[in-house]
C-alpha cells in the first residue's frame, strides 16, 4: 500500500527528518525543485519560456530553486513574485538571493498583480506553480486569488508543486479559487488532496518524487493509504491443487423482493465469480424461480412474503444456520419485515455479516446494535445511504465522504465501505484505504449489487474484513475498467461479473 499524509503528517515528516535525523531543510527544498525540474524539462522540452509563479513559503521557495535550475539547463524562465521580498523567510529567503545571483529575470508581482501577473503568464509556455503547499488552510483572498484565476486563464500547460495553490493538503473539498494543473509533482507520499475526489481532479497525474525523507518515517505517521495490485494478490484467498468447494465457504446472501429479483441475483452471481465455496440466496418465493434461472450454481431458500411482496421477517434460522458469511440488504424492501428479518439477523449471527442498500437504510440512526459484534460487519453505503445513516445530508456527505465514513465506522464498530469514485474503505480504529480503481461506467444500476456479492465471497472464504472490502473494491474498479473497453458509458451490471474473473487473474499472476 502507498502511504498518504495529511497536512499535519507532513509537517512532523518534516520536523523529524530535518530535527531529528539531520537532513538540512535546504537540501530537501534542493531536491524537491530537482524533481520539479525534471518533470518540466521531460514533459515540455521545446518550451519556450516557463513562467514560475511564487509565494511567501517553502513553496515558493521551491520555485525559485526550480527557476535557477531550469535556467542552467538552457531554459528561458521568468519568475513572477506575488510575495513581496519582506514576506520571504528562511529557504526562501535563501533562494531568492541564489536566483538573484544567477541572473533569473525576477519580476515583483505582489503589487498590481493582475496586471504584473497577467503580462507574464499571457507570454509563458508552461506555468509552474508555486504559490502555496500542502500547509494552506483557508480559502485564497485577494492578490493570491488574483494570481490563481491568472494561472487558470493563461491556457497553458500548468506544473503545480506539491498542491494545486488553493487546494488544502488535509481536504478532499476545492474551494473557489484553486489552480487546475495538469501535473503535479508531490514529495515524499501523496497527501489527501491527491487522492480523493473532488480535489485530485485538479491535480493532474501526480508524480511523487523522493527527496531523501525515509520511507518508514512516513509510513509511521500515515493512517491513510492507497491499495494497489500487489496488496489484492497477497488478500485473495489461495486454491490449492487439492481443493474442494467446502473449503471456501458458503454465503448465505438475504436479498430481492416480488420485482427485486435481479438485484439478489447479480449478488448470487458475483459471489460466484469470486470463489465461494456455495452460495445460498434467502428470498421471497416469487424471486426463486427468477434467481435460479439466472445463477444456477446459487441454491435458493425460500421466506415467507408478507402483503407488500417482501420477506415477512420469518424463516430465516435454518438459512443461517449453514453460512459462513451473510450479505444482506440488495432489493429486500423496507417494511416491516425486512425489519424483522434484520433484527433476527443481528441477534443471532455473530459472523462475518455485510450490509448493503436497503438493510443500510432499515439501520438509519440505529447503529449502536452493530457495536462489539466478534467480527466487525461491513457496510457499504452510496453518499445517500451515508448520510441517513449518520442523520446528516447527502451534500455533506459528498463534501467530506472520508469524514463522514469515519464517523460512521466509530459508531457502528464496523468496516464502511464509502462508495464513489475513488471509493474509502475505513475503520473505527482510524485507519483508512483508499481505492483507485474504477470509472464513471460504475454509475449503473446493479453495480452495487455485484460489490456486495464479491465482498460477502471473500468474507466466507475467511478474508478478513478490512481486506475483504478493499480486494472486493479494488477488483470490482478494475472490472469496470476492463469492460470500459467496450462500454464506453455505463457499465451493465452483467457485464461487470464477467469482468472481475478477468481482473481476478490478473492479480494472481502477481503471486
Do not use: Y
Request: aromatic share 2%; hydrophobic share 50%; charged share 20%.
Amino acid at each position: 500500500m502507498i502511504p498518504v499524509l495529511d497536512s499535519r503528517g507532513m509537517r512532523e515528516v518534516d520536523r523529524v527528518t530535518i530535527s531529528k535525523l539531520g537532513l538540512p531543510s535546504l537540501v530537501l527544498m534542493e531536491s524537491a525543485a530537482s524533481a520539479v525540474s525534471e518533470i518540466v524539462s521531460e514533459r515540455f522540452p521545446d518550451a519556450g519560456r516557463v513562467v514560475m509563479v511564487c509565494g511567501p513559503g517553502n513553496n515558493g521557495g521551491d520555485g525559485l530553486a526550480v527557476a535557477r535550475q531550469l535556467r542552467c539547463q538552457g531554459f528561458d524562465v521568468k519568475v513572477g513574485m506575488v510575495a513581496a521580498r519582506r514576506e520571504l523567510r528562511g529557504d526562501a529567503a535563501v533562494q531568492f538571493e541564489l536566483a538573484r545571483r544567477f541572473d533569473v529575470q525576477i519580476r515583483d508581482c505582489a503589487r498590481a498583480t493582475e496586471v504584473r501577473l497577467a503580462e507574464l503568464v499571457a507570454d509563458a509556455d508552461v506555468v509552474v506553480d508555486a504559490l502555496f503547499g500542502t500547509g494552506l488552510d483557508r480559502p485564497l483572498r485577494g492578490r493570491w486569488a488574483q494570481a490563481v484565476r491568472l494561472i487558470n486563464r493563461a491556457g497553458v500547460p500548468v506544473v503545480a508543486v506539491d498542491v494545486p495553490s488553493g487546494l488544502q493538503g488535509s481536504s478532499a473539498d476545492v474551494p473557489d479559487e484553486a489552480v487546475l494543473a495538469l501535473v503535479t509533482v508531490t514529495f515524499g507520499a501523496p497527501k489527501v488532496a491527491h487522492v480523493l475526489p473532488p480535489a485530485c481532479w485538479r491535480c493532474g497525474d501526480v508524480a511523487v518524487a523522493d527527496i531523501g525523507i525515509p520511507p518508514w518515517v512516513i509510513e509511521r505517521r500515515a493512517d491513510l493509504a492507497l491499495v494497489e495490485a500487489e496488496d489484492v494478490s497477497e488478500w485473495l484467498p489461495r486454491r490449492p491443487a487439492d481443493s474442494h468447494k467446502g473449503r471456501f465457504g458458503h454465503l448465505l446472501v438475504v436479498a430481492g423482493r416480488e420485482g427485486r429479483a435481479g438485484a439478489a441475483a447479480l449478488a448470487a452471481r458475483a459471489a460466484v465469480a469470486m470463489g465461494s465455496g456455495l452460495v445460498t440466496v434467502a428470498t421471497v418465493r416469487a424471486a426463486v424461480r427468477p434467481i435460479q434461472s439466472l445463477v444456477p450454481e446459487a441454491m435458493v431458500d425460500p421466506l415467507p412474503a408478507g402483503e407488500d411482496g417482501a420477506v415477512s421477517g420469518e424463516g430465516i434460522e435454518a438459512s443461517l444456520d449453514k453460512a459462513t458469511a451473510l450479505a444482506v440488504g440488495p432489493g429486500l424492501g423496507l417494511g416491516d419485515g425486512p425489519r424483522r428479518l434484520l433484527s433476527t439477523i443481528l441477534e443471532r449471527w455473530c459472523g462475518p455479516l455485510l450490509l448493503d442498500a436497503d438493510a443500510l437504510t432499515l439501520l438509519a440512526g440505529k447503529l449502536k446494535p452493530l457495536r462489539g459484534r466478534d467480527v466487525p460487519a461491513v457496510l457499504t453505503p452510496h453518499p445517500g445511504e451515508l448520510g441517513r445513516l449518520l442523520g446528516v445530508s447527502t451534500a455533506d456527505v459528498t463534501r467530506d465522504r472520508l469524514g463522514a465514513a469515519l464517523a460512521a465506522a466509530r459508531k457502528a464498530g464496523a468496516i464502511v465501505l464509502a462508495k464513489g469514485a475513488h471509493t474509502v474503505i475505513v475503520g473505527g480504529e482510524g485507519w483508512s484505504l483508499v481505492n483507485p480503481t474504477g470509472t464513471a461506467g460504475l454509475a449503473s444500476g446493479g453495480a452495487g449489487d455485484v460489490l456486495t456479492g464479491a465482498i460477502g465471497a471473500f468474507l466466507a472464504q475467511g478474508v478478513p474484513p478490512k481486506e475483504a472490502a478493499a480486494a472486493g473494491a479494488w477488483l470490482h474498479g478494475r472490472a469496470a475498467e476492463l469492460a470500459g473497453e467496450r462500454h464506453t458509458g455505463a457499465v451493465p451490471a452483467s457485464v461487470l461479473v464477467r469482468q472481475l474473473t478477468k481482473a481476478e487473474a490478473e492479480v494472481r499472476r502477481l503471486a
